[in-house]
């Protein structure tokens, strides 16, 4: 399918990573291209934007990109509920592509992204369209009996992967999350000190992939994008979202696989948490 007959709608809450996305599709000759930050903006915009393509961050707020989809497949008003879903995410998991290819989306496609790759899977979605299922009450999407196409650089995840084994091998995850206590108790009283706290969320964050544990990469998802977004909030919001993050992130690790109905209603209170402050702009 020529490129010039695709019409793409990118939601990616972090600004630089949009622009990659944007940067690669224009080189690739596309043209016609909108990028939104936002959720709600992105309703609104495929309300009138017809939209063939939609490329999505797994990683947004207040719902993740797979519970998104389901909002965008059920909607009848949106002339473009039928469009290709393409999910991006650097947590990429086999468990998350469950999650996606059960909320209606066409693929999923690890970061960082390349041009060559995300041309790829968006040419091959498209070329090789599967029966569209709509049901009153159950599934909306693509036929998903052939599973999910999946993307990205798996040599890329998997050299991380051993990073992150060897990293927790030396340092523990007790000790992990204790860095990350520390450095997100600096960093509620200095925005300055962002760095450290970014880099010890990636630590159990590294664990959550390897451990394929659901809830806990959602959890440390959200508040990836809580640090990434809290410019411009208020700061007595950023406090509380961010205490909420990080015990969030300390009780799923304490808590076992046995206790999922509490692990999962933790994680989604770590997403409603940075969900709220997002909307509490300072004045």
Not at 4 to 32: H, M
Not at 214 to 239: N, W, Y
Request: glycine share 8%; proline share 4%; net charge positive.
């Amino acid at each position: 399918m020529d490129v010039k007959s695709w019409t793409v709608c990118v939601i990616e809450p972090n600004k630089f990573e949009g622009q990659i996305i944007l940067d690669l599709l224009r080189n690739a000759g596309v043209d016609k291209v909108r990028v939104v930050a936002s959720q709600v903006d992105a309703l609104d915009l495929l309300e009138v934007y017809n939209a063939n393509v939609v490329i999505a961050s797994y990683e947004m707020a207040p719902m993740d990109g797979a519970a998104w989809t389901k909002v965008y497949r059920r909607n009848k008003k949106l002339p473009g509920r039928k469009a290709a879903i393409f999910i991006t995410s650097g947590a990429f998991s086999r468990n998350m592509a469950e999650d996606c290819r059960h909320a209606g989306c066409n693929a999923l496609i690890g970061k960082p992204l390349s041009g060559k790759v995300l041309l790829a899977t968006i040419k091959k979605v498209l070329t090789q369209p599967r029966e569209f299922i709509d049901t009153e009450t159950g599934y909306v999407g693509p036929c998903r009996r052939a599973g999910i196409v999946t993307a990205g650089a798996p040599r890329k995840r998997r050299q991380a992967d051993d990073t992150a084994d060897t990293a927790a091998a030396q340092n523990t995850l007790k000790l992990a999350l204790d860095n990350l206590v520390g450095a997100a108790a600096a960093y509620a009283v200095d925005s300055s000190k962002l760095e450290p706290c970014e880099l010890a969320l990636r630590q159990v964050q590294a664990y959550a992939v390897n451990a394929g544990d659901g809830p806990l990469m959602r959890a440390c998802a959200a508040f990836a994008l809580q640090l990434t977004s809290a410019k411009g909030l208020r700061p007595e919001a950023v406090r509380a979202a961010l205490e909420v993050c990080v015990n969030g992130v300390v009780k799923l690790v304490s808590l076992g696989a046995d206790q999922a109905p509490r692990r999962e209603e933790i994680a989604e209170g770590v997403r409603q948490a940075v969900g709220k402050a997002s909307m509490q702009r300072a004045a």
